[in-house]
């Protein structure tokens, strides 16, 4: 579980911004049914956006005057935070601006982040509208965590930040198809999978990684993957969230000088914005010698998670948390069958994939990782959302974000 890093102010004025279209189309009646007067019970004031278009969030919050707010809440699935990290990372003050308390409510089909914020509290698993419940309490409870983002560098030169995960493969194709299920809500994904296995692909492509720690000696699955003169002493850089520089203290929206604001230029957001990411080399060059080169070059998936879940009912990185400065890398090696991966999905339900001893799956937790892919055609998720196809890497940042959590 995240440290708890402070508390949201009192009375406090939040930005609830609503996607009217997300998950079966009902956030905005869900809001009101189920969080408004908690919010107004608890003293917390908030201003209701709802948002026109895909985007619009995204630049809402790049341009406001984030001394107004205490917190920047969304009422809708991952996609629509997704959003809101990336406006505030791409202010010239996203040092700041991106140390603005976020909260997620779950009205979307892909709750990920909710799901997993309510398991990091110990409660067992409920039903969407207990999901939504339970955020809705922690949101009035309003302890703030730090949260992992993670550096995401396209192709084009492109760099996004993450929260939740990067995926290739069955997963991403399962998310992007699956978006047609959206009527069905959370269940959308169980639909999607079930259609993806019954045309289950192979994906080609090479993967390498900078392990977290030295690997220990392993039985059964094991990343046996590494590079001719892999060298385990080139290992031992422990979480690399000195990155992050010295502790940030916690904004606790008493500052509001609107003065800085003034002289904020026009120009389009500068695409250098965000920390730099010290442990990449560019997409051109080989990777670094010290880096782990996955020998496969054929997988069924390829997932790099930063939360605990996938989806509401999927705790495919059990052993995440908030701030652990890690990505849990998992892939799925091709000649899987397909009943030993739908046993893998179910057993994501609990939690219990990993001790199944699957001999297909390898598990590693990373702090950055490269992949490039060779099939020609294909799609790469960043928390659910389609980026551009093609090589990409990623670092994890620690702690860079805030987040309202238990
Ligand atoms: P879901 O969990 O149902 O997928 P998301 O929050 O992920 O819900 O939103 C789905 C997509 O809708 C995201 O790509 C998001 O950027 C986009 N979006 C946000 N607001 C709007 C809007 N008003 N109209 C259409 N799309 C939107
Ligand atoms: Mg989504």
């Not at 760099?159 to 069905?184: H, P």
Request: aromatic letters at 6%.
């Amino acid at each position: 579980e995240g440290v708890v890093y402070g508390e949201v102010r009192r009375p406090c004025r939040l930005m609830l911004l609503v996607n009217p279209h997300s998950g079966r189309g009902q956030a905005l009646c869900l809001f009101t049914s189920h969080i408004q007067h908690m919010l107004t019970e608890a003293g917390v004031t908030h201003t209701l956006i709802v948002t026109e278009r895909q985007n619009h969030a995204r630049e809402l919050v790049r341009e406001a005057d984030l001394s107004q707010w205490d917190a920047l809440v969304i009422i809708s699935g991952d996609g629509l935070l997704f959003e809101v990290v990336n406006g505030l990372m791409e202010r010239d003050d996203w040092e700041e601006a991106i140390q603005t308390p976020l909260g997620i409510l779950p009205g979307g089909s892909g709750n990920a982040l909710a799901a997993s914020i309510h398991h990091y509290t110990g409660s067992p698993p409920g039903s969407s509208e207990d999901l939504l419940v339970s955020c809705g309490f922690l949101l009035c409870k309003g302890l703030v965590s730090r949260l992992d983002l993670v550096s995401v560098s396209l192709a084009s030169g492109l760099r996004l930040f993450s929260f939740l995960s990067l995926a290739w493969g069955f997963v991403a194709d399962v998310d992007i198809e699956s978006e047609k299920y959206r009527y069905v809500g959370a269940a959308r994904f169980t639909v999607g999978t079930l259609v993806r296995l019954a045309s289950l692909r192979v994906y080609r492509g090479r993967l390498a990684y900078l392990p977290a720690e030295e690997p220990p000696p392993r039985c059964g699955a094991s990343p046996q993957g590494h590079a001719p003169g892999f060298c385990s002493s080139l290992f031992c850089q422990k979480k690399a969230s000195a990155d992050q520089g010295a502790a940030h203290t916690f904004r606790n929206s008493c500052n509001s000088n609107n003065a800085t604001k003034a002289s904020r230029s026009e120009a389009p957001p500068a695409a250098s914005g965000g920390p730099a990411d010290s442990l990449l080399v560019p997409l051109e060059q080989p990777v670094p010698s010290h880096w782990t080169v996955v020998k496969e070059e054929d997988f069924v998936l390829v997932l790099a998670m930063y939360q605990s879940h996938l989806a509401e009912d999927l705790l495919a990185a059990p052993g995440a948390s908030l701030e652990d400065g890690v990505m849990h890398l998992f892939y799925v090696k091709a000649g899987i069958s397909r009943a030993a991966l739908l046993r893998l999905f179910l057993a994501m339900e609990k939690g219990v994939h990993l001790a199944a001893g699957c001999p297909d799956l390898v598990y590693v937790k990373v702090l950055a990782l490269r992949l490039e892919p060779l099939t020609p055609k294909g799609v790469i998720t960043v928390d659910g959302e389609v980026v551009e196809y093609g090589p990409v890497q990623a670092q994890v940042h620690s702690g860079l974000a805030r987040l309202i959590a238990g």
